[in-house]
C-alpha cells in the first residue's frame, strides 16, 4: 500500500529564473521564466514549501522577477548576483510550440541544505558553467539525507553538441531518484535511440522513476525496479502556447510524489524503489493536469489545487 505521511517538508529548487520574451499579433510581451523558476513557482501555487536559488542582475528585471517569486509563496535563497538578469526570447509556431534564443549567464554559491527535505534541478542551470559544477556538488551532497529529482530540459541553441552534454546529463540522472523529460529531449540526445529504450537506459542508472512526456500523445511512465511502463493518454486541449508546459507537468509530478509520501524525507528512497505502477500514477496525472491547464493559458502559468479541481 501506498504512504499516507502527507505534504513532505521544504523542497529546494536550484536552477535559472529570467525573462521569457514572448513574440506575438500584439507584440512582444514579457513573463518571468526560466525552467527550474516555474517549477519552484508550480510547486509553491501547489502548496509546498520552496526555497529556491537562482542567479539575478541588479537591474530592473531582476527585481521583477524577485517579486513574482516571492508573491509565488517561494523563499529565495541568498546566491550570486548576475552581471545582468537573463532573458529567453521564445519564437512560437503555428501549433503555439516554442523555442528560445538565450541570453544568460550562470553561477551560485554553496548552499546550505540543512531543513531541506527535497532537491530538484535542471535545465541549463545543470550544464552551464561554472554554475554546474557547483549543481553537481550539491546533489551529491543532496542525497545523503534528501531525495533528488532532476528535469534535462536541454536547450541545443546553447549547450552545443549532443556529445557535448550527454556525459553530464547521465551523471545528473545518476544521481537522481525521479527524472521527467520530453521526447524532444531524447530525440536530441540520442539520435534514433526509441524514447522506450532511453527510458530503459536511464533506469540503469539509477533513478526509481522514469516519465516521458510526448506532446499530446501523452507521457510515458517507466519503473527500473519491476519494469514496468505506462502511457498515459493526454486529453484534448485548446492550446494557447507550450510555454511551461514540462515545467508545470515536472510540479506537478513532484507534488503528487511528495503528498504520497515517496519523496521528501529520509524512507522515501526506499518507499518509491519499491512503488508499483498503481502507486505513481496519481501522481502522473496530477503531473498531466498541470500540463494542461499551463498550455490553455498564454505564457507559464501554473495551476492551485483549486484550478486543478475546478
Known sequence: MPPTTGRAGRTLVIGEALIDIVGGAEGQREYVGGSPANVAMGLARLGH????????????????????????????????????????????????????DFDLAWDIPAVDLAGTAHVHTGSIAATLEPGASRVLETLQRARAATTVSYDPNLRPSIMGEPHDVRARVEELIGRADAVKASDEDIGWLYAGATVEQVAHLWGRLGPAVVVVTRGSEGALLHLPATGDQHLLTAAPAQVVDTVGAGDSFMAGLLSGLLDAGYLGDPGARGRLRTAGLRDILPAVERAAACAHWTIERAGAAAPTRSDLSA
Do not use: W
Open 49 to 100: 514549501p520552496v526555497d529556491f536559488l537562482t542567479h539575478l542582475g541588479p537591474d530592473a528585471r531582476g527585481t521583477r522577477v524577485a517579486e513574482h517569486l516571492t508573491a509565488a509563496g517561494l523563499r529565495l535563497v541568498p546566491g550570486a548576483v548576475a552581471p545582468r538578469t537573463s532573458t529567453a526570447t521564445a519564437r512560437l509556431d503555428a501549433e503555439g510550440g516554442a523555442t528560445y
